[in-house]
Each structure stands twice: as structure tokens, then as C-alpha cells.
């Protein structure tokens, strides 16, 4: 499957095929000069060596360059060494850079691609599922700063995407369930068929198997590349569609649950709470509530903020960046396929849904929190 992504004068596509690593789509553009991957050792060592062989098979001139695996070396220290080591292997303004592995290589061989000598081309090479339909789609790079989590960075498309859903197999299981939400979560926010697929397809989600993924991986790719169409530099709004079920999730992941949490897993909270509060707020079917609920559940993701701080929750809610002024901004969604903003969801209703004790019982007690929200 190829999603043609078109932003401005750039173009672009996101290539998704089982076995595609196997027999890669060689572009004109590596046939001449030297190219870079740039990985991490256990990346490497799971598919790199082998995506390594077949270019230098078919001619390219291509080396790999590691950097260190996990999220606290998503730096300007990284940056630099990376571009030190470009320059070093000899890499011109011609060159491409290969950036192979999750969102966090992902991120930081953007953002030197973007900066290196001005900018060279870049392939992504996503391997979590995570990376395959989020961070790869949009053209968002870069690094952390002490003082917060993607401080510096550019918005910079690649040149091509290769995915393939063969890689996930060595995906350790909670990474894997984490991606899992964001695709349900593409489903809420623009596809009701792709929800309805992933319904259908509960065993094979949970086996991993390539063919159902591909769909998945394609039909999340295609909800978020349309909104970036719409809405490139993130200036018109329409972006914020994306943060469905995030405001929670980013209470969750910067307070009451940090470190405790993998970002799909709070998304996933955040998703539940987003839907029993579009019950009372944008008039969401009851149904559509259970039918999120049942699914995350069937994918093993948790979907109750049983256990966290109500308070502490409200609180870091209203520092969103969404929000202004005293109420609290959600994305809510009107039923399963299509969400809004919400600006002004007064603090006592969340804080009432997050204490409902009907919704800490469990999931199917869960749908009838609306009732119990107070305005
Ligand atoms: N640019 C964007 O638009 C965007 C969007 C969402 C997230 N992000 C960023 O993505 C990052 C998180 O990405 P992530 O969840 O992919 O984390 P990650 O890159 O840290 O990868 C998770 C772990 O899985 C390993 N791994 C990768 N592929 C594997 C495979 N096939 N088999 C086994 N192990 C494998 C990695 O080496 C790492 O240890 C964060 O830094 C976040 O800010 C960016
Ligand atoms: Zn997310």
C-alpha cells in the first residue's frame, strides 16, 4: 500500500508492505554518493544488518552509524555526534540519511537530516508500531531539552517512508500494545471503518500478523497524513483533533503516573475518560462509549484511571496547552469517526467523572457515567 502524502511543493509516500525490508524500493537518489543509516545496536542487530546487507548488495554506498538506544538520549549531544559522524564518513549535501528504529531515532535523524549542511534527504525506516503511525507521519523532529520534551526541533518531511509490519515481531509486548492505541484512537478520531476492522480482527491484532497490520498501520497513516495536509505548521487548530484522549494521557505521563505509564497505555486511559465524557459533552452514543471500551480491552490496554489523584489530574489537565482560563479543553467525539474541541468543559465535570466510583468498577458499569457528572 502507498499513501501519498502532498505538502506544499513537497511529496511524499509512506510505502506499507509486509516484507518490504526484504526487497527495499532502491530511489535514483541513492545511487549516487554515500549514504548513512543511522540505528541503534539492538535495531541493528534485529533487522538493520540485514536491510544493510541488501543495499550494499544492490550497490548503494551506505555505512551505518549508531547512536545510543532510549528516549534520554534524544539530545543535542546525540545531534552533534551524529553530524560529527556524517561528516566524518564523507557525507555531502547529496547524501541521504536512513533513520532506522522507533520514534526516538526517528526524531533525532529528522532533525539532523533537517540541519545537517542545510538539509539532506532522509528515508524513514519506522520499526515500532508506535513510530510506524505516529511519529513517521507529519514531518515532526527533535530532541529534549533538560528543561522539557521536544524543545528544539523542525518540521522537515521525508523523502519516503518504508514500513514493514514483519519488524514488530520482536516487539516487546507492552511497546506493542502502546502503538495499538493510537491506531484505535485514528479509528475515533477519523476512520469508523478502520475501528470496525480492528473489531473484526481482535485475534490476529493480538498475533501480530503482518497482513492485518499493514491495513491498520495504512488507514492510521492516511487519518493522521490528512490532517497534516490540512494543517502542516500545526497553525490552524486542526492538528488538535489529534490529541484525542491526550489531555488525560499527558496528566497521567507528567504527573500521578510518571514513569509508571507507557504513552500508548495513558492514551489509552485518556481515550475511555474522553468518551464517557462526550456522552454528556457532545452527545456520544452509548454504544460507542462500550465499543471503545470493549475493544481496548480485547487489545489488553487499560482503560481506567482507577488508583490516580482526581485532583492532582484536574490540575495538571487545565495546564494544557489547549486550555485557557478555568475550564478544561478536551477533544470529545459525537460518535465513533468524527471529534471537535471542547473548550469549555467545566473542572467540576471532569473532576466528578474521574472520581465516579461507577467508573473505577470496571468497564461495562462504565458507560453510564455520564449521569453522575455534575455542571
Ligand atoms: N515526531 C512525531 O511526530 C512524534 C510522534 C509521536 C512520538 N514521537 C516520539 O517518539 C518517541 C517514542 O517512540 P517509540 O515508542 O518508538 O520509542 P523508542 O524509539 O524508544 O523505541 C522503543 C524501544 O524499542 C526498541 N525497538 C525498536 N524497534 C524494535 C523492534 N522492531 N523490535 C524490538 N525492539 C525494537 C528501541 O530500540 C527502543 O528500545 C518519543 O521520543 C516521542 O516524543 C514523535
Ligand atoms: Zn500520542
Not at 509486548?173 to 476512520?191: F, N, P, S, W
Not at 483533533?241 to 510518571?258: D, I, R, S
Amino acid at each position: 500500500m502507498l499513501i501519498k502524502v502532498r505538502l506544499g511543493d513537497k511529496a511524499y509516500g509512506i510505502r506499507v508492505k509486509a516484507g518490504l525490508l526484504e526487497s527495499p524500493p532502491i530511489p535514483r537518489f541513492l545511487r549516487e554518493g554515500r549514504h548513512v543509516l543511522l540505528t541503534n545496536r539492538r535495531v541493528c542487530k534485529l533487522a538493520g544488518q540485514g536491510l544493510l546487507g541488501r543495499l550494499r548488495n544492490a550497490g548503494i554506498r551506505i555505512e551505518a552509524v549508531m547512536m545510543p538506544d532510549g528516549e534520554r538520549y534524544k539530545t543535542l549531544a546525540t545531534v552533534e555526534k551524529v553530524a560529527d559522524a556524517l561528516l566524518a564518513r564523507g557525507l555531502t549535501r547529496k547524501s541521504s540519511l536512513l533513520a532506522m528504529g522507533g520514534g526516538v531515532v526517528g526524531d533525532v535523524g529528522g532533525f539532523v537530516a533537517s540541519t545537517y549542511m542545510r538539509g539532506i534527504r532522509y528515508i524513514q525506516v519506522p520499526t515500532t508500531l508506535l513510530a510506524q503511525v505516529d511519529s513517521s507521519v507529519g514531518g515532526k523532529t527533535g530532541v529534549n531539552l533538560r528543561g522539557g520534551k521536544n524543545m528544539v526541533g523542525t518540521f522537515y518531511q521525508p523523502s519516503e517512508v518504508w514500513t514493514d509490519p514483519t519488524v514488530l515481531g520482536t516487539l516487546p509486548a507492552r511497546e506493542y500494545r502502546a502503538g495499538l492505541a493510537e491506531i484505535v484512537k485514528a479509528g475515533i478520531i477519523g476512520d469508523p471503518v478502520l475501528f470496525r476492522f480492528m473489531e473484526g480482527h481482535v485475534k490476529e491484532i493480538n498475533a501480530r500478523d503482518p497482513q492485518a497490520l499493514s491495513v491498520l498501520i495504512a488507514r492510521a497513516c492516511w487519518v493522521k497524513a490528512k490532517i497534516v495536509m490540512e494543517d502542516e505548521f500545526e497553525t490552524a487548530g486542526i492538528r488538535e483533533k489529534l490529541n484525542f484522549g491526550h489531555t488525560l494521557a499527558h496528566a497521567l505521563e507528567t504527573g500521578v503516573g510518571y514513569g509508571r505509564l507507557r504513552h500508548g497505555e495513558a492514551v489509552a486511559i485518556g481515550m475511555a475518560f474522553a468518551m464517557l465524557l462526550s456522552r454528556e459533552r457532545a452527545g456520544c452514543p452509548r454504544r460507542d462509549v462500550d465499543r471503545v471500551l470493549a475493544l481496548l480491552k480485547s487489545l489488553g490496554l487499560p482503560a481506567s484511571w482507577w488508583g490516580y489523584d482526581a485532583d492532582s489530574l484536574v490540575r495538571l489537565m487545565k495546564k494544557d496547552k489547549k486550555s485557557a482560563g478555568r475550564d478544561v479543553a478536551e477533544v470529545v467525539c459525537p460518535g465513533i469517526g468524527s471529534v471537535k474541541v471542547d473548550r469549555n468543559v467545566p473542572e467540576a465535570a471532569v473532576r466528578q467523572l474521574l472520581k465516579n466510583p461507577a467508573v473505577h468498577a470496571g468497564f461495562h458499569q462504565a458507560g453510564g457515567g455520564s449521569s453522575h457528572v455534575e455542571h
